[in-house]
């Protein structure tokens, strides 16, 4: 690997901690402790499909005339990643994206929708991300981590757009989902395969697939750049911060914390 990959991977590392050790995962000890988690997160798995998107506009060719766009092996890397999350397959190897079928766990366990549909609602009538967020009563930190997001994407730097969406989501996510996999299996043994499903497969893909490429990505955009290096390290920790802020806000709802 990278030194520079490594290095800043070696900066990461109390951050990443810090949010791998948070209780939100061992406070979800019923299933309305979930079902709030879950009205809170998808925002989370929604804005994610923007991060990628700025990626595809960025490092692939989406205007016509149709003419070959950077790095073939980056081509392939979103293209591949775009294939999985937007059309990827449920249980029954039907087509659906990654964030559709983390609203069919929703209703699969009785979870508001209200709040991400009023939000796909604003969005569809050209209100902008900020002017959305603002109708919204919901937990300021969610409104704080999607507003984060797309300051970075609105900043048009694509080596921190992609450093946001390597070790802020691909090469975070296996580790993160696994803690809460583990004590879901434990808590509410049997009752949400379609959630379990969705997180299995996040930990498959991203970890053997998605996260390799996405190192060798932010390798390629940073090259011996080492202002660009250091941008995609501050962008780095602020997401992994911005998470932490999340579950806190998610934590601090949950009855027990009350």
Avoid at 55 to 75: A, E, I, M, N, Y
Avoid at 121 to 135: F, R
Avoid at 180 to 202: A, S
Wanted: net charge negative; glycine share 4%.
């Amino acid at each position: 690997m990278n030194i520079r990959i490594e290095a800043l991977q070696q900066a990461l590392r109390d951050h990443r901690q810090r949010l791998l050790k948070h209780n939100v995962y061992q406070s979800l000890e019923t299933l309305d402790d979930l079902k709030l988690f879950m009205e809170h997160h998808v925002f989370a798995v929604w804005d994610f499909m923007s991060l990628l998107k700025a990626l595809q506009r960025d490092l692939t060719c989406v205007t016509l005339p149709w003419v070959p766009k950077g790095s073939p092996t980056t081509r392939r890397l979103i293209n591949e990643i775009v294939l999985e999350e937007e059309t990827d397959v449920d249980q029954q190897g039907l087509p659906i994206s990654h964030f559709e079928l983390y609203l069919r766990a929703m209703a699969e366990v009785g979870a508001d929708t209200a709040g991400i549909e009023q939000m796909q609602t604003s969005i569809s009538e050209g209100k902008s991300v900020n002017a959305a967020l603002d109708q919204l009563r919901i937990e300021p930190s969610v409104k704080a981590f999607v507003r984060n997001t797309f300051r970075i994407i609105e900043s048009g730097q694509t080596h921190t757009i992609a450093a946001a969406f390597t070790f802020g989501r691909e090469d975070l996510i296996p580790d993160m989902f696994r803690h809460l996999i583990g004590d879901l299996n434990k808590r509410f043994p049997g009752k949400l395969d379609t959630f379990i499903y969705y997180l299995d497969r996040h930990v498959q893909l991203d970890e053997e697939v998605h996260t390799p490429l996405a190192l060798q990505m932010v390798d390629e955009l940073c090259g011996d750049d080492e202002e660009k290096w250091q941008e995609a390290l501050e962008t780095s920790k602020a997401c992994i911060e911005q998470r932490i802020e999340l579950w806190n806000g998610i934590r601090n709802l949950l009855p027990s914390e009350a």
